[in-house]
């Protein structure tokens, strides 16, 4: 089963940027799509963003529009969210996640998303 590492979380304030880090641990995902969420305390957790296997396709929660971007480096093994003109209300713990390669991106729900890294904390500062 595939394992997964997020790192690149911290504190930073209202305007900066972050980019977060998601790695693959002993096996590759290179066939999984791959998505972030993040949950704030006393929410639900929350879709971010995806990107298919091949990386031919993204797909963004509301939130994230315009600001965020995910990407993939297979080589690397790794998946990355880049976060732009932050915002207090982007503090949560920022989990990724990896499904099947077949499924569709396309979608806010986690349910096709079997694998879940242990969290990174975010925290912007007013």
Do not use: H
Not at 10 to 30: I, K
């Amino acid at each position: 089963q595939v394992q997964l590492q997020e790192s690149g979380g911290g504190l930073v304030q209202t305007g900066d940027s972050l980019r977060l880090s998601c790695a693959g641990v002993e096996r590759p995902f290179s066939r999984s799509n791959m998505a972030w969420f993040r949950q704030a305390p006393g929410k639900e957790r929350e879709f971010v963003a995806a990107i298919t296997w091949k990386a031919d396709s993204t797909y963004y929660g509301d939130s994230a529009k315009g600001r965020f971007t995910i990407s993939r480096d297979v080589s690397k093994n790794t998946v990355y969210l880049q976060m732009d003109s932050m915002k207090p209300e982007d503090t949560a713990v920022y989990y990724c996640a990896a499904g099947p390669g077949i499924g569709s991106i396309r979608t806010t729900s986690a349910t096709q998303y079997t694998t879940w890294g242990q969290g990174t904390q975010v925290t912007v500062s007013s």
